[in-house]
């Protein structure tokens, strides 16, 4: 028990220790700089004093020559004049032979030495609040940084987890008939249905393969896994993905309606097309199957060519439209339905969308009431 405590909180250990060592090191540090400051003044005051008393009891017993008021030649921190009515630390009568005179230090040089201990003291603190809020800064990126970390191996953890599924279970069916064709357990009658239903398997395999590798892309930064964009047809690619996708759409009630200018020519990349079209269309049949009926749209608006997508399934809150791109963000209950594949979908769907210089969002009327899916694509200029 108290292993697992330590392997799941030991970063938090980590980090107040650093946190406390990094704030005791800055007090030492400005305590000692404090001290120093205040023995360098001590130090030159006790130099101006000790000087003082010495200059004064030379001055004092000197009886050839008088001093005269003024600047002191022998030390110009010092002048000679009437003695002021109270006593100082830093005036001294010339005694005994003339004690209507006292040597003193002169102002300036008192008032440079309070200046300049001022100034010190000004900067050590501004430095020691500069440390302790770098300190403070550190603290708070460095801890995030933590949890941050955290999170992403319990998300890839979890990530791995789902694919293991989704790759488990059409290989499980799969499985399953070709040991049925095998041992010729199967009526003849069956048997097409059951290449049916294993095709559709092979296909969701293809399409988490798809999504494994786009998401690998994604996270590329060599550059390699840069869409390649060209002048395309748009109606021809959409038209084209639902003709090698009926297998799987042959429970759904599909109704498609394409741009009445045939040729709408987009700067895209149609590969990709179809891997946001395969990941729209996958999430409805896991939403809203048995039943599904799904209306596509293409369509031109404010100089950008759109691919609507709309299901009859449960829909979703409104302010759940912008995380439902997120990779793998919501919480268990935050959507319908147990089966959530892989969490990567819709969140590949939108950043290749977006390396399109496109965009997707996501749009629905409340739980129970559908969703669709807006894909738009920039227009070739003429």
């Not at 994604?218 to 959409?238: F, M, Q, W, Y």
Request: aromatic residues 8%; positive net charge.
């Amino acid at each position: 028990m108290v292993k697992i405590k330590l392997k799941q909180h030991g970063h938090h250990v980590i980090f107040m220790m650093s946190i406390i060592s990094l704030a005791l090191l800055v007090t030492w540090w400005t305590v000692f700089i404090n001290r120093s400051i205040d023995e360098r003044r001590s130090f030159h005051m006790n130099n101006l004093k000790l000087a003082l008393n010495l200059f004064s009891l030379q001055l004092g017993t000197t009886k050839d020559n008088r001093p005269q008021p003024g600047i002191l030649q022998l030390d110009e921190r010092f002048e000679i004049g009437k003695c002021p009515p109270g006593r100082d630390g830093f005036s001294k009568p010339l005694l005994p032979l003339y004690p209507g005179l006292c040597l003193k230090v002169r102002n300036h040089v008192l008032s440079t030495i309070e200046k300049d201990f001022k100034r010190k003291k000004i900067m050590l603190i501004g430095e020691a609040g500069l440390l302790f809020l770098i300190i403070l800064l550190s603290s708070v990126l460095f801890y995030q940084f933590i949890r941050l970390e955290k999170r992403s191996t319990r998300e890839v953890e979890e990530f791995w987890n789902r694919v293991t599924h989704e790759i488990k279970t059409p290989i499980t069916g799969i499985k399953a008939f070709l040991q049925s064709l095998k041992n010729q357990s199967l009526p003849p009658e069956q048997v097409l249905l059951f290449v049916d239903m294993a095709l559709k398997q092979v296909e969701r395999q293809e399409q988490l393969a798809e999504n494994i590798l786009a998401g690998g892309g994604l996270r590329s930064a060599d550059g390699k896994h840069k869409p390649i964009t060209e002048d395309l047809n748009l109606n021809e690619c959409v038209q084209d993905f639902f003709d090698h996708h009926m297998i799987r759409l042959t429970d759904a009630a599909l109704s498609l309606h394409l741009e009445a200018a045939k040729n709408v020519m987009v700067r895209a990349d149609c590969h990709l097309i179809r891997v946001i079209l395969d990941n729209i269309v996958d999430n409805a049949l896991k939403y809203c199957s048995p039943g599904l009926v799904l209306t596509v749209r293409t369509s031109i608006q404010n100089k950008k060519a759109i691919i609507s997508i709309s299901d009859n399934g449960p829909g979703f809150p409104a302010e759940f439209s912008g995380k439902i791109f997120q990779a793998y963000k919501y919480r268990a209950g935050e959507l319908p339905g147990d089966n959530h594949g892989s969490g990567m979908g819709l969140y590949i769907a939108g950043r290749l969308a977006e390396n399109m210089g496109g965009r997707l969002q996501a749009s629905s009327k409340g739980k129970g009431k559908g969703a669709e899916f807006h894909l738009h694509l920039n227009l070739v200029k003429q």
